[in-house]
């Protein structure tokens, strides 16, 4: 989903984050902290409020 989200592709991003349960979202906010670069978090979390 990252990449997906940094290849320029926002709304599949969108999607994608809206299929997710709400344990796998967590799951995913936890691996966005954990694995990307800080730069990018503040975009990427903007995208899943």
Request: charged residues 30%; hydrophobic residues 40%; negative net charge.
């Given at each position: 989903?990252?990449?997906t989200y940094l290849?320029?592709?926002i709304t599949?991003?969108?999607e994608l984050y809206r299929e997710l349960c709400k344990e796998a979202r967590?799951?995913?906010i936890?691996?966005?902290f954990?694995?990307?670069e800080p730069i990018?978090?503040?975009e990427i979390?903007?995208?899943t409020v």
């Open positions: 989903m990252v990449e290849n320029g592709n599949v991003f969108g967590k799951d995913f936890d691996y966005l954990g694995e990307v990018y978090w503040r979390l903007k995208m």
